[in-house]
């Protein structure tokens, strides 16, 4: 039951797998899915980028089998007497134990991710001291970093760690003045690694690919090059295709758009811009051309493949700029996560000193960068005058990128704070601030400043540190043991988003509607059902919910109330699309007076009603 909203959804298929007969049954059950969205067979395994589920799935069934071959002990359980008329619990610690398992891989994952921000930090800044104040920094921020320590099942928590090694091995390529197959195999391998398991992960490599490009036009990096490393993010691109099984959002993602062409002004660029040297009409043209070309052939892709699942995306980003809205971007602008970046992140950047020292770095970088460009096109500029650090100016431009996202969707802080602190360690690099360096050691340095950000950093890891509970939601679980033992096994539940993911993985009865909001049927399923939230009739509601199967509907009052700012409850959401129905009293208020004569009311708690559709 902890394991709440997605990460339930998610971990839903771990335990599949592990309980299900082999491994392989498993696996065959989780690619032919009748429980998620009723009546629909579904491939879980190219739906929800669930390769993490499967191959922690396939060690927890190795471990525990190698343990119980040998008659070792992988789990101490107990009993529980929670008192106050409650029955006991049994509660198990240890590897053996399933949710233990998983969740300790996730955290075996983050930490190793932690000695990757040391050696990246070491390696962009070319100084020991570099890796440290990275992952102080890391530390220090960690609030802000991060969100591992309280939703491990979350896509980020398998993915992020591969992108940090895929931008070091990036800064390598960036770095090294010959590339070599290895480095760009390894590249295409960390890409596929930080894909499979998010679908979100292809935004992130269109800033990188855009970073890259821009790396191009300003001259940092050659034609060669940059044709190099497109081509390693064409072969991660269509592997991925292939694992997720022809997944149609890679195909026709702004990703893929951005790789064609970009190559494609590479290929043709020459022919047609016979332009000596880097001029500012030439920047502006590869720039216009190739993203005008990107957004164009994303468009034309989509209409060819008839693909609408990431349309949600492009109308969140519309209604961040311009205040657009509909059903479906309010659902996400209304939540927090996706709401604009909180005025107090960066306030708590300042306590900590991580954004006084990134906005340094940043602009010895900028001023270095612009002085190269200028300098590279006079031919008697002597060669020490040069700053052609590609990977340093790539971090910059990154950086940019970052904090635009993380500035739209405050969820997106877990890309800008972690880069914030690797930017931090070139505070060290002898090509940024070597004329200091004449002055003052970079230990010397790394450790006043590191002394300034203890104060703050301290006092955020012993607030983080004293955060200590335990889960208890008896509501949920009144009506989770009330599912199991008064209905049918095939009976079919609608409701709230959150809630059907633990009736799915808690009570294993079908469902119609889940989290997984990044599919455009899902999208419109749950509209359906969210549509007892509207000021629709009883009658309309109900017509549609038999129309997809639906037996039980689990309604919350909270879900009928709760407004997280003006404009955010669910009927005033419908007011923006449901017209014909303003001014009326939401159907969920009727409902929790009186459910009759459309549904009939079977059980009911302080937070939950399940309301039966009646057939008759």
Request: aromatic content about 14%.
């Amino acid at each position: 039951m902890a394991f709440r909203t997605e990460m339930g959804l998610y971990y839903s298929y771990f335990k599949t797998i592990i309980e299900a007969p082999s491994f392989y049954s498993g696996v065959w059950m989780i690619m032919n899915d009748k429980l998620t969205e009723y009546p629909l067979v579904i491939n879980t395994l190219k739906r929800f980028n669930l390769y993490p589920e499967v191959v922690l799935a396939s060690w927890y069934r190795i471990y525990t089998g190698t343990m119980n071959a040998f008659g070792i002990q992988t789990q101490k359980c107990w009993s529980v007497n929670r008192g106050e008329g409650l029955s006991p619990v049994e509660s198990c610690e240890g590897l053996g134990d399933p949710a233990s398992f998983y969740v300790a891989m996730i955290f075996l994952l983050n930490g190793l991710m932690v000695s990757v921000f040391f050696l990246y930090g070491t390696y962009l800044s070319g100084n020991i001291f570099g890796g440290l104040l990275t992952v102080a920094c890391f530390f220090f921020n960690h609030g802000e970093s991060t969100r591992v320590m309280w939703t491990p099942p979350l896509r980020e928590s398998f993915s992020y760690p591969f992108l940090v090694i895929q931008m070091l091995l990036l800064s390598y390529i960036l770095r090294t003045q010959k590339v070599n197959r290895r480095s760009l195999i390894a590249l295409s391998v960390s890409n596929v690694f930080f894909m499979l398991p998010w679908q979100f992960a292809q935004f992130v490599l269109l800033t990188q690919v855009a970073t890259v490009f821009g790396l191009y036009i300003l001259g940092f990096i050659d034609s060669s090059k940059l044709q190099k490393i497109l081509f390693a993010h064409m072969a991660s691109l269509a592997v991925c295709f292939v694992l997720m099984f022809g997944n149609s959002m890679l195909l026709t993602s702004y990703y893929a758009a951005s790789l064609v062409v970009s190559w494609g002004i590479l290929e043709m660029g020459p022919k047609y811009l016979k332009v000596r040297g880097k001029s500012v009409p030439l920047w502006a043209i590869e720039g216009f051309s190739c993203l005008f070309g990107t957004i164009t052939l994303k468009s034309l892709m989509c209409i060819i493949f008839g693909i609408s699942d990431d349309a949600h995306i492009s109308n969140l980003l519309k209604a961040k700029l311009t205040g657009y809205k509909d059903f479906d971007t309010s659902m996400y602008t209304c939540a927090v996560e996706f709401d604009f970046m909180e005025k107090e992140t960066p306030v708590r950047y300042m306590k900590t000193l991580l954004l006084p020292v990134v906005l340094v770095v940043f602009s010895v970088i900028v001023v270095k960068a612009f002085k190269h460009i200028v300098y590279h096109k006079k031919s008697t500029e002597r060669q020490e005058d040069h700053f052609n650090h590609g990977e340093i100016v790539y971090h910059a431009l990154q950086l940019i990128f970052f904090a635009v996202l993380a500035i739209l969707i405050m969820r997106l802080k877990l890309f800008l704070t972690p880069h914030m602190c690797i930017m931090a360690s070139l505070i060290c690099s002898k090509q940024l601030f070597g004329w200091v360096f004449h002055k003052i050691q970079p230990g010397t340095l790394v450790l006043a400043i590191l002394a300034m950000m203890a104060f703050e950093g301290i006092a955020n890891i012993q607030k983080e540190r004293s955060i200590v509970g335990e889960f208890s939601n008896l509501p949920q679980e009144e009506l989770l043991l009330w599912i199991k033992a008064n209905t049918r096994q095939d009976a079919v539940f609608a409701g709230a988003m959150p809630t059907m993911a633990s009736v799915k993985l808690s009570a294993l009865r079908p469902i119609v509607n889940h989290p997984h909001y990044e599919d455009a049927g899902l999208r419109a399923r749950t509209k359906i059902v969210y549509s007892m939230y509207s000021r629709k009739p009883a009658k309309e509601v109900k017509r549609a919910l038999l129309k997809m199967g639906v037996n039980y509907y689990i309604l919350e009052d909270s879900w009928c109330l709760r407004r997280t700012k003006p404009g955010c409850s669910m009927p005033e959401i419908w007011d923006i699309e449901d017209l014909a129905n303003i001014g009326k009293v939401p159907l969920c208020n009727l409902m929790s007076k009186d459910s009759r004569p459309y549904f009939r009311t079977v059980f009911k708690n302080d937070i939950f009603k399940i309301l039966e559709v009646t057939r008759e």
